[in-house]
Each structure stands twice: as C-alpha cells, then as structure tokens.
C-alpha cells in the first residue's frame, strides 16, 4: 500500500524528469551552424547566415541571418525563417545589406534596420532590403549561398520585398 510520503515522492520525481526533459529541448542547448559569413566593405559589420537546431527526436530548426560587429559583442538578427536553406548577403555598401532568400520559405522575423551611428549631427542608418529569388523545396535553384550579388543578375523571378 502506498503512502503519502511515497505519492509525494512519486509526483516529485515524475515532475523533475519533465523538467528535464523540457529544459533539454530548449533554445540553450541549440546546435549551431555557420553557413555563411560576409563583412561590410568598410568591415564595420558583418553579416552572418547559420542554421540552429535541437530537440532531439521531436526536434525544430531554423535559420537566421544576423548583423553583428567584428567582436561579437553586439549582435541583431535581421531574417528568421523557417526551411529557408540557402542565403546570398550582398553589401551594396558600407550601410546597405541585400539579402536574398527562397521563395519556398517561410519568413518568421524580418528587420530592416540594425544600427545606427550619430556623427557629428548626423544620424546614419544601416539598413537591409530583403529579396526573394526562385527555389525549390528551400534551396535555390539556380544559385548556392555565398557573398556579393547574385550570379544570375537581373533574374526576373526576383521580387524585393519592403516593409
């Protein structure tokens, strides 16, 4: 016959094993992977494409674009998306990022501005614009993930997107 001490014991246990379960699906045990880095002409920033992913068997991804400064030490995510396995980041200059991304994907998070610089009286804006190009099943199709403008320039299936 149980007691209530056992019960006690019982539920405790029960609870600390699902604690421990959840806490290991979190975002704090995420494998991270660098897809693609691309700095700033001036290199003031550099932009980043990676993949994070966890949870084991009932696990999740998704892949992220970032800005961040040359330390690491500040850092904005400007694109989240969901199977969106390929990204082209091309600096049109020191303050101005395209990113082009799959048309199949699912874009869950997008900012178009991530910093800002007072000079002077002057306040300066970096910005991104963000552009979809043709794919298939969330890779490109004519294209790989890499730095600079993309290879099939002025290819019509492209469509910039504005907030």
């Known amino acids: 016959m149980c007691t209530n001490d056992s019960w006690l014991l ?38 980043e494409f990676y993949i994070e992913s966890g949870g084991g068997a009932a696990g999740w991804q998704e892949e992220l674009v970032t800005v961040r400064d040359p330390q690491g030490k500040k ?53 991104d614009d963000l552009m979809k190009l043709p794919s298939k099943s969330g890779s490109f199709v004519s294209e790989k993930s890499h730095c600079g403008p993309p290879r099939t320039q002025g290819d019509p299936g492209s469509e910039l997107i504005r907030p």
């Open 75 to 127: 850092s904005t995510v400007v694109l989240k998306m969901n199977r969106g396995y390929d990204v082209i980041l091309s600096w049109r200059s020191d303050l101005a990022l395209n990113i082009y991304y799959p048309d199949t994907a699912r874009v869950d998070h997008w900012q178009n501005e991530f910093d800002y610089r007072l000079t002077g009286s002057e306040l300066s804006t970096w910005t």
């Open 10 to 47: 019982a539920k405790q246990v029960i609870t600390a094993s699902l604690l421990a379960i959840l806490c290991a699906c979190g975002k704090e045990n995420a494998d991270r992977r660098v897809v693609l880095t691309c700095a700033a002409p001036d290199k003031t920033h550099v932009a």
